[in-house]
């Protein structure tokens, strides 16, 4: 069984004149109160523009300008630790391009080094050889004045004993 709304009546009394008559009243009572709401409707609406113009417009320009600031910021940190990498880069280059120049130059210096050495140790093996020839060369004198004179005192010697032996006394 049908029933009116928010009651357990059946349906066919809801619409009796007794009904109809609150009904009647009941919509005069909400257009009045329409009528009445205009007001504060524009109001509201007044209110909204208003508030929309004053405060909402600077509120959504300052978020914006400083929106765009952090931005610039951003953007001025990002060009910069680029620069800084770049310059980190230039700089670590340049350290490997000195340090080969230095390499090559310690081992230039080395390479002369190393022939100075060289030289150094050929010319005193050559004076080495040198002396060592002119020392062979002073014994062999020597020795050949040593053997002409031991020749000499051998010759003396021995005819010493020999005169010795004939006279028959010890020398």
């Known amino acids: 069984m049908l029933s009116c709304a928010f009651e357990t009546r059946p349906l066919s009394l809801c619409f009796s004149p007794f ?3 609150a009904m009647d009243q009941t919509l005069k009572a909400l ?3 329409l009528l009445n709401a205009i007001p504060t409707f524009l109001l509201i609406l007044l209110l909204h523009f208003y508030l929309k113009s004053v405060f ?3 509120l959504e320009n300052a978020l914006k300008q400083r929106d765009e600031a952090t931005r610039g910021a951003r953007q001025r940190a990002q060009e910069s630790l680029a620069r800084a990498e770049e310059k980190a880069r230039q700089f670590d280059e340049t350290i490997r391009e000195r340090r ?3 390499y090559r130059e310690q081992e230039e210096l080395r390479r002369q080094m190393r022939q100075e050495q060289e ?6 093996a050559g004076n080495a050889r040198t002396l ?3 020392a062979k060369a002073e014994i062999a004198a ?3 004045a040593v053997r002409k004179s031991l ?3 051998s010759r003396m010697l021995a005819r010493r004993i020999a005169a010795g032996i004939l006279q028959g006394r010890p020398s």
């Open 31 to 33: 257009g009045a109160i």
């Open 56 to 58: 909402f417009k600077p």
């Open 19 to 21: 009904h109809k008559l």
């Open 142 to 144: 020597e020795t050949v």
């Open 132 to 134: 060592v020839e002119s």
């Open 100 to 102: 080969g120049e230095l």
């Open 119 to 124: 030289s150094q140790v050929a010319e005193a």
């Open 151 to 153: 020749e000499a005192e």
